[in-house]
C-alpha cells in the first residue's frame, strides 16, 4: 500500500438526474472527486446522500447523465465490473462465513489462487488489526468487529474509490471516535479514495479532507472543511454546520459600496460586505459562539460592537462555558468561552445585565432571503 497525491479526478458525475415513482431525489448532480482524497457526503435525512452512492456503486442507474470513473464512462457499467466498493451501515457479512472466508470472497470470485489468498487477507487482517478474529463467525463479533471486517471485506480487491454509507452508525460514542480515527490511517494508508455518506457534522469534520454538503438533491457547497465553517455559501449550510446565531439587521446608510451602517438588533454599527449594499436593505448576521464574549456593562459606547442582553443559561461544560444571553426582542444568543480563559469573568449572576462582544470580521453576513 503506497501513498497517493491527489490530483486528477478519480471520479466525475456529469449533470446527473434521478427520481423514484416520478419524485427527483437527484437533480443535475455535477461533482468531481480528485484521487486519494477522503470525502464527506453531508445532508439532512432524505436529501439523497446514499442514492449518490448507489450511483456511483452502479446500484442504482441515472434517469439522465454521466458517471466517470479514472477517464472511463461507467453509467452503464455493472456494479462487478466498476472497481469501487460499498461498505453498508449493517455491514452485511455473510453468516455462514468466518472473518477469513468474508474477507477471502472478492478474491476467490476472482479466481485468484489459495497462497495469494492467503497472503492478501493475512495482510488486510494485519492492517486491520484483526488477526486474532480471522476464524470466527460474524455472530460472534461486536458491532466495532463486524465494522472492520466489512471494510478489509470491501478493500481487499483494491478498488479504486470505497463507498461508506453511515458505516459507523450503529456504534457506540467512543467505538465510533476510535473508528473515526482508524478509517482515517486506513485512508491514508492505502491511498484509496474514501467517500463517505453521513448526516453527522462532526464526524464529516473529523475525517475528511473535502465536505460536500447537499440539500434536496442538490450539492449545496463542496470544500475544505475550514472553508466550510468559515465561508459558508448560504444561510443553509451556516446552520448545518455548527452552531450558529442569526441576527437581523438594516442598512441605515451606505459608507461605501461594501461598507455600510446597519442597524443590528437595535445595535448601530459598521460593516464590510463581500457584495454591494443599499439603504433599507434587509441582511443577516451570523456569529458563532465561540467568536463571542460576555463583559460586565462599563460603557455603552455607540461605536463599539456591543449587544446588551441579560444571562439565561450558563453551563460549564469542563474546557467550554456556554451561556445563553436573552436580548431586547426576546432573541436567544449562545456564547461559547474556554473556561481557562475566563480568569476572574466566571461569576456572573442568573439575569445578570452583560454586553456581548465579538471579534473583528467574524461575522459571516448575508441577504436576508425570507
Ligand atoms: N429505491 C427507492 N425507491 C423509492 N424511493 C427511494 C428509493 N431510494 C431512495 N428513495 C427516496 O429518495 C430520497 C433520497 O433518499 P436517500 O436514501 O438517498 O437519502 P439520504 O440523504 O441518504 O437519507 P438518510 O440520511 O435518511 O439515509 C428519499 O426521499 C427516499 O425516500
Given at each position: 500500500?503506497?501513498?497517493?497525491i491527489?490530483?486528477?479526478?478519480?471520479?466525475?458525475?456529469?449533470?446527473?438526474?434521478?427520481s423514484?415513482?416520478?419524485?427527483?431525489?437527484?437533480?443535475?448532480?455535477?461533482?468531481k472527486?480528485?484521487?486519494?482524497?477522503?470525502?464527506?457526503?453531508l445532508?439532512?435525512?432524505?436529501?439523497?446522500?446514499?442514492?449518490?452512492?448507489?450511483l456511483?456503486a452502479?446500484l442504482?442507474i441515472?434517469d439522465?447523465?454521466?458517471?466517470?470513473?479514472?477517464?472511463?464512462?461507467?453509467?452503464?457499467?455493472?456494479?462487478?465490473?466498476r472497481?469501487?466498493?460499498?461498505?453498508?451501515?449493517?455491514?452485511?457479512?455473510?453468516?455462514?462465513?468466518?472473518v477469513?472466508?468474508?474477507?477471502?470472497?472478492?478474491?476467490?470470485?476472482?479466481?485468484q489462487?489459495?497462497?495469494?489468498?492467503?497472503?492478501?487477507?493475512e495482510?488486510?487482517?494485519?492492517?486491520m488489526?484483526?488477526?486474532?478474529?480471522?476464524?470466527?463467525?460474524?455472530?460472534?463479533?461486536?458491532?466495532?468487529?463486524?465494522?472492520?471486517?466489512?471494510?478489509?471485506r470491501a478493500?481487499?480487491?483494491?478498488?479504486?474509490a470505497?463507498?461508506?454509507?453511515?458505516?459507523l452508525s450503529?456504534l457506540d460514542?467512543s467505538l465510533k471516535?476510535?473508528?473515526?480515527?482508524?478509517?482515517?490511517?486506513?485512508?491514508?494508508?492505502?491511498?484509496?479514495?474514501?467517500?463517505?455518506?453521513t448526516?453527522?457534522?462532526e464526524?464529516?469534520?473529523?475525517m475528511?479532507?473535502?465536505?460536500?454538503?447537499?440539500?434536496?438533491?442538490r450539492?449545496e457547497?463542496?470544500?475544505?472543511?475550514?472553508?466550510i465553517?468559515k465561508n459558508?455559501k448560504?444561510?443553509?449550510?451556516?446552520?448545518?454546520v455548527?452552531?450558529?446565531?442569526?441576527?437581523d439587521?438594516?442598512?441605515?446608510?451606505r459608507?461605501?459600496?461594501?461598507?455600510?451602517?446597519?442597524?443590528?438588533?437595535g445595535?448601530?454599527?459598521?460593516?464590510?460586505?463581500?457584495?454591494?449594499?443599499?439603504?433599507?436593505?434587509?441582511?443577516?448576521?451570523?456569529?458563532?459562539?465561540?467568536d463571542?464574549?460576555i463583559?460586565k456593562?462599563?460603557k455603552?459606547?455607540?461605536?463599539?460592537?456591543q449587544?446588551?442582553?441579560?444571562i439565561?443559561?450558563?453551563?460549564y461544560?469542563?474546557?467550554?462555558?456556554?451561556t445563553?444571553?436573552?436580548?431586547k426582542?426576546?432573541?436567544?444568543?449562545?456564547?461559547?468561552e474556554?473556561s481557562?480563559?475566563l480568569?476572574g469573568?466566571?461569576n456572573y449572576?442568573?439575569n445578570q445585565?452583560?454586553?456581548?462582544?465579538?471579534?473583528?470580521?467574524?461575522?459571516?453576513?448575508?441577504?436576508?432571503?425570507?
Amino acid at each position: 500500500m503506497k501513498e497517493i497525491i491527489p490530483s486528477r479526478s478519480l471520479i466525475e458525475l456529469r449533470s446527473l438526474t434521478k427520481s423514484f415513482k416520478g419524485k427527483q431525489v437527484i437533480s443535475q448532480f455535477n461533482l468531481k472527486i480528485k484521487n486519494g482524497q477522503f470525502l464527506a457526503i453531508l445532508g439532512p435525512s432524505g436529501c439523497g446522500k446514499s442514492t449518490i452512492l448507489r450511483l456511483i456503486a452502479g446500484l442504482e442507474i441515472a434517469d439522465q447523465g454521466r458517471i466517470f470513473l479514472d477517464g472511463q464512462d461507467i453509467t452503464t457499467v455493472p456494479p462487478s465490473k466498476r472497481n469501487v466498493n460499498i461498505v453498508f451501515q449493517n455491514y452485511a457479512l455473510f453468516p455462514h462465513m468466518s472473518v477469513f472466508e468474508n474477507i477471502a470472497f472478492g478474491l476467490k470470485i476472482k479466481k485468484q489462487s489459495s497462497s495469494v489468498v492467503s497472503e492478501k487477507v493475512e495482510n488486510i487482517l494485519e492492517i486491520m488489526q484483526i488477526q486474532k478474529l480471522k476464524n470466527r463467525y460474524p455472530n460472534k463479533l461486536s458491532g466495532g468487529q463486524q465494522q472492520r471486517v466489512a471494510i478489509a471485506r470491501a478493500m481487499i480487491n483494491q478498488p479504486k474509490a470505497l463507498l461508506l454509507d453511515e458505516s459507523l452508525s450503529a456504534l457506540d460514542y467512543s467505538l465510533k471516535k476510535k473508528m473515526q480515527k482508524e478509517l482515517k490511517r486506513l485512508q491514508r494508508q492505502s491511498g484509496i479514495t474514501f467517500i463517505y455518506v453521513t448526516h453527522n457534522q462532526e464526524e464529516a469534520f473529523s475525517m475528511s479532507d473535502r465536505i460536500l454538503i447537499m440539500k434536496e438533491g442538490r450539492l449545496e457547497q463542496y470544500a475544505s472543511p475550514e472553508e466550510i465553517y468559515k465561508n459558508p455559501k448560504n444561510l443553509f449550510v451556516a446552520k448545518f454546520v455548527g452552531e450558529i446565531n442569526i441576527l437581523d439587521a438594516t442598512v441605515v446608510y451606505r459608507i461605501e459600496e461594501k461598507k455600510a451602517r446597519v442597524n443590528c438588533e437595535g445595535l448601530y454599527y459598521d460593516i464590510s460586505t463581500k457584495f454591494p449594499t443599499y439603504q433599507g436593505q434587509k441582511l443577516k448576521i451570523l456569529l458563532r459562539p465561540e467568536d463571542l464574549k460576555i463583559k460586565k456593562i462599563k460603557k455603552i459606547k455607540f461605536e463599539n460592537k456591543q449587544l446588551i442582553g441579560f444571562i439565561r443559561e450558563r453551563i460549564y461544560k469542563g474546557m467550554i462555558v456556554d451561556t445563553e444571553i436573552e436580548i431586547k426582542n426576546g432573541k436567544r444568543i449562545k456564547v461559547s468561552e474556554i473556561s481557562s480563559q475566563l480568569k476572574g469573568e466566571r461569576n456572573y449572576l442568573l439575569n445578570q445585565k452583560i454586553e456581548i462582544k465579538w471579534k473583528e470580521n467574524s461575522e459571516i453576513i448575508f441577504f436576508d432571503e425570507s
